[in-house]
């Protein structure tokens, strides 16, 4: 990889992983795009691994707390609202730890493409403005069940595919659950935090262990700007969400989707 394709991908991660509309789609666009060979997944990871830094900054509060929460659970003591935010985030992490165990070689070889990004980022997009749109706003974060967690961390599954955005996936689950726009979107980023760091964990440690060169300076510069585009990005969507809501994200996914149909046909 070339410095520029470094830079520029991890721009790119840091700017859509948190806004709703598909990082992974768009690391798998831009290259194709620009005629550039596919990062692969060390890359991806690496980038990814970036934005768990910046939502652990921005959301350092709430990290602790969950820290702090998940300790009391080791005593037994679950009914704390830390203990049950804690509870509901591991719960949450368990379908896409599951489906990325069993699945994630199978999508890296059939579905990192074009045609299949197309479907997802048009499909998604009319679930997220329907969920928007018809979406309770009633709960608070502080409400939340072991059934809520179930249903967001099966969506959060569904973003293993190309296209589908983890941000997007989840906070619509929140908001057909009733959620509020900006709790459905901090319990969103939390709930990404465990599964980008096992993700993170799992890849690096077969790079590690790997008789593949590894060029580990870029993997780190690219995680260190995609944590500081991701930081800004972030900032920007808690900071709108309430006013904005889905929908500009949504019809982005759109003219996006429409792009690539009338490029490939």
Known sequence: MTWLQVIVLAIVQGLTEFLPISSSG????VPSAAGWADQGLA?????????LLAVCVYFRDDILALLRGSS???KLQSQTPESRMALA???GTIPAAIAGLALAGWIEANLRSPAVIVVTLSGYAI???????FGRRERSVASIS???AVVIGCAQALALVPGTSRSGVTISAARILGFDRLD?????????????LLATVYEMGGLIVGDKAVAWLQLSIAALVSAVVAYVSIDFFMRFVSRIGLLPFALYRLALAAIILYVLV
Not at 26 to 29: G, T
């Open 89 to 91: 985030i591991g719960i």
């Open 43 to 51: 890359f991806d990871v690496a980038v990814h691994f970036g934005s």
């Open 184 to 196: 459905a979107a901090r319990f969103s980023f939390l709930l990404s935090a465990p599964v980008i």
């Open 72 to 74: 009391q659970l080791l």
């Open 127 to 133: 679930v997220m403005v329907l969920a928007d749109r």
């Open 26 to 29: 768009h690391l798998v666009l």
């Open 146 to 148: 072991l059934f809520d």
